[in-house]
């Protein structure tokens, strides 16, 4: 794209420029015209000058030859007067001095005339030649006044050419910086569509398989699970529930209102318009309190005073309509059984008007007959008896129209599903018609009604009651109106409208299937309202997945506890075994010693002398180990801990020596305590090793976890490595269409600017010629 619109504006101003071009070349040759021009009368003005220096040197030449001439005249005149006295005295004498003086007189006479003859020739050829060199001056003048101008002219071209050529070098340069930033906002753009692209090429994979699988699992499902087709036979197809579409069941509702609007406003002006025409046939044309009326129109007074019976029930009708159409339903020609008793009503009025029609007629022919009704009065009756019967017709027309949409609901084989919708273009059009009658009937009965009020015999009861016959007729057209643009613009969603039913189902076959669709609607809207259950909140991804390793490890854990407890129970069983065991072992060695010292006890008594040894042997063996220990305890002040198996034993620095049963005591609750501390440090042996046991054996999971990761990100790796690389070859490709083109542009941009120097040249060129020739025009 942005190549085509680089190669677009290269090919404007290349466009441009050979205009420009060809502009400059026809003004070169207007300046070299006018150059030679120029030249040509630099030419004649040398010539000119040239004869008129001539002519100068001519004129000073006559005019100093004009003054000899006149000097010699003045000398000659001179002499004339002086010969003149003296010819007076020398009459006489010198009849031969005046003939030659006559003679020499005749000769000047002649020679003056010559030269004032001359003289005056000259004058006229100088005056002529100064009048010819004035015209050719005010000439020239005045053409070196128009090439002064032209030069002007071309001057302020030129400038105005060098001003275009440097406002075009400046946008083409701005053209290249914002192209260069274009093109590289087009190279982000392309690599990030070709990221995008990927992804979606990536996603569009994965949807078209996780598609293809809900695809496959969805037609197994249906083969498998669904065990019956419920549209395999149409004559079941009507009881099939449609899908319940609100916005349809709020737009008829709304409609059926607006609807229910215009036909109460219809029925208030019928109810008016009728009304007050009964009253006018009891004032006009003979007034019911001074005089009877004919029995024609109390007859006719009289079945239109029961118009509300006949009229009221229309809008009853619609109401009943608009109260079937709810939320729940479903609405089409079908189920609207509430249309028939409305087309019922209609009828019901239209047999009402055929009624009062004929009386209606003879009423207004009763009034033509009348004394006071004029020729224009009787004209508008006619109209209006004319109106009454269009508008009784297009009742009737539009009663079987309504009658025909309301078919449906009844008899279905009544009126077929394609003519639904030509009979309700009839019905638009009837309405339409309706609208037009109403008109004419306001139009003829305000113009009667003004004729009425001109008679003399007029009343304020009849001008009050046209007034409001007219008013009634007004409402009339305007509600005809109202409902016939409401019904238009309708139209078509009426006609989409109809095809709302069943699915596949061409329609509903009878009111009886519809009523069971519609129960059928009932039942399934209750069972899907106690189906209805709140949906339980959803956890988010990545919670989802810190919690699954939590519950991992949680579960690593508690096969690793479950293992250390069964570990601790058998030890613990061991433990109370062997407790056992020792127990025993403590009851037998206090039995053994209570038989040693009752063995011991016997001896004694039996040999004291053997007794007393015994004791002093055993004294002296427990002084000696006792001297020994004083001797230990002296030595080491502290306890003495041995590196066996049996612990520390520790002994205080008493001079008294235990006895025999103090001292097995102490041993024994010696080895008592070591065998305690000796089973506590094992326990805790045995539990740190069964929880290292289950950290290593975490820690080898998660290792094992890790290098599948590790593995799957070694191949996205690669992948991406293979997508960057072809990306970059890709970018390379882009970088060097993009180089070539830049340079293109560049290698075309300068040549032309080189163009444009060169024509900056010429022009300057130019400039400094038309200045030379101003400045030697201005000179000469």
């Known amino acids: 794209m942005a190549s085509a619109e680089l190669q677009g504006k290269y090919q404007k101003l290349a466009q441009e420029y050979s205009k420009l071009r060809a502009q400059n070349q026809v003004l070169k040759k207007g300046v070299v015209d006018e150059q030679a021009n120029s030249a040509a009368l630099k030419e004649q003005l ?28 003045e000398l000659l005149q001179d002499e004339l007067a002086l010969s003149e006295p003296r010819g007076k005295k020398n009459k006489k004498s010198g009849e031969s001095s005046s003939q030659l003086s006559q003679e020499q007189k005749s000769v000047f006479d002649e020679d003056l005339q010559k030269k004032i003859e001359e003289n005056e020739r000259l004058h006229i050829q100088f005056f002529e030649a100064d009048e010819q060199h004035k015209h050719v001056e005010a000439e020239l003048r005045s053409r070196l006044a128009t090439l002064e101008t032209e030069a002007a002219q071309h001057q302020a071209v030129v400038d105005g050419l060098t001003r275009k050529y440097m406002e075009t070098i400046e946008k083409l340069q701005n053209d290249k910086a914002k192209l260069e930033v274009k093109s590289q906002t087009l190279e982000k753009e392309a690599k990030e569509c070709r990221l995008r692209t990927e992804e979606c090429q990536l996603q569009l994979k994965t949807l078209h398989e996780d598609l293809s699988g809900r695809l496959e699992e969805s037609l197994s499902i249906i083969n498998e699970k669904v065990p019956f087709n419920d549209t395999k036979y149409s004559q079941y197809n009507p009881l099939n529930v449609p899908l319940h579409n609100r916005r349809h069941q709020l737009k008829m509702r709304d409609i059926a209102g607006q609807a229910l609007a215009f036909v109460q406003d219809l029925v208030t002006a019928l109810l008016n318009f009728h009304t007050y025409t009964e009253q006018r046939i009891q004032i006009f044309p003979v007034d019911s309190a001074i005089d009877t009326i004919s029995p024609l129109n109390q007859k006719f007074s009289q079945y239109l005073h029961e118009n509300a019976s006949y009229v009221r029930p229309l809008e009853e009708g619609m109401l009943h309509l608009f109260e079937s159409i709810t939320e729940d339903t479903v609405t089409v020609l079908e189920t609207t059984v509430k249309l028939k008793s409305f087309s019922e009503h209609l009828t019901s009025y239209i047999c009402f008007l055929r009624k009062i029609l004929p009386y209606q007629l003879k009423s207004l022919e009763e009034e033509c007959e009348s004394s006071l009704c004029t020729s224009a009065l009787r004209a508008r009756n006619l109209e209006l008896s004319q109106d009454m019967k269009k508008m009784t017709a297009v009742f009737e027309k539009l009663q079987t129209y309504i009658a025909l949409l309301a078919l449906p609901s009844t008899e279905p084989d009544g009126l077929l599903r394609t003519n639904y919708s030509s009979v309700l273009t009839n019905v638009g059009a009837a309405l ?118 939590i519950l991992l490890s949680s579960t690593e854990s508690r096969e690793g506890l479950a293992q250390q407890v069964q570990q601790s129970l058998e030890k613990i069983s061991k433990l109370e075994q062997e407790k056992e065991h020792w127990m025993l072992e403590a009851q037998l060695a206090k039995i053994k010693l209570e038989k040693e010292n009752q063995r011991i006890a016997d001896k004694l008594k039996s040999t004291g002398s053997a007794q007393l040894v015994g004791l002093a042997q055993e004294n002296a063996a427990v002084s000696d180990t006792a001297g020994q220990d004083e001797a230990t305890a002296k030595a080491v002040l502290e306890p003495i801990q041995s590196t066996s198996l049996i612990g520390t034993l520790t002994r205080t620095s008493d001079s008294k020596v235990p006895d025999v049963e103090s001292r097995e005591d102490l041993i024994k609750n010696h080895y008592m305590a070591r065998i305690v501390e000796l089973t506590s440090q094992l326990q805790l042996a045995d539990s740190k090793s069964v929880h290292f046991y289950a950290e290593c054996r975490a820690l080898s999971k998660r290792l094992a976890l890790a290098e599948k990761s590790k593995e799957a990100l070694t191949e996205e790796m690669k992948l991406a490595s293979q997508n960057i690389s072809r990306l970059q070859d890709e970018l390379t490709t882009t970088k060097r269409s993009y180089e070539d083109q830049l340079s293109m542009m560049s290698d075309h941009l300068c040549s032309m600017n080189e163009t444009l120097s060169k024509q900056r040249e010429e022009i300057d060129t130019l400039k400094m010629s038309s200045k030379g020739n101003s400045k030697k025009n201005k000179s000469r």
């Open 432 to 549: 339409h018609g309706f609208h037009d009658v109403m008109k004419d009937i306001s139009k003829h009965y305000s113009q009667k009604a003004t004729i009425e009020h001109e008679l003399p015999t007029a009343t304020q009861k009849l001008i009050t009651t046209n007034d409001c016959i007219l008013s009634s007729v007004v409402a009339l057209t305007n509600g005809a109106g109202k409902i016939a643009s409401f019904f238009s613009n309708n139209l078509d969603y009426f006609i989409a409208s109809l095809s709302y039913g069943p699915k596949a189902a061409s329609g509903f076959i009878s009111p009886l299937s519809a009523e069971c669709m519609l129960q059928y609607k009932k039942k399934a809207a209750a069972y899907m309202k106690s189906l209805r259950k709140p949906l339980l909140e959803s956890v988010p991804y990545e919670e989802a997945l810190a919690n699954r390793r």
């Open 46 to 73: 040398k010539m000119k000058d040239q004869s008129l220096r001539k002519l100068q040197q001519e004129m000073d030449s006559l005019t100093f030859r004009n003054l000899q001439l006149a000097k010699r005249v």
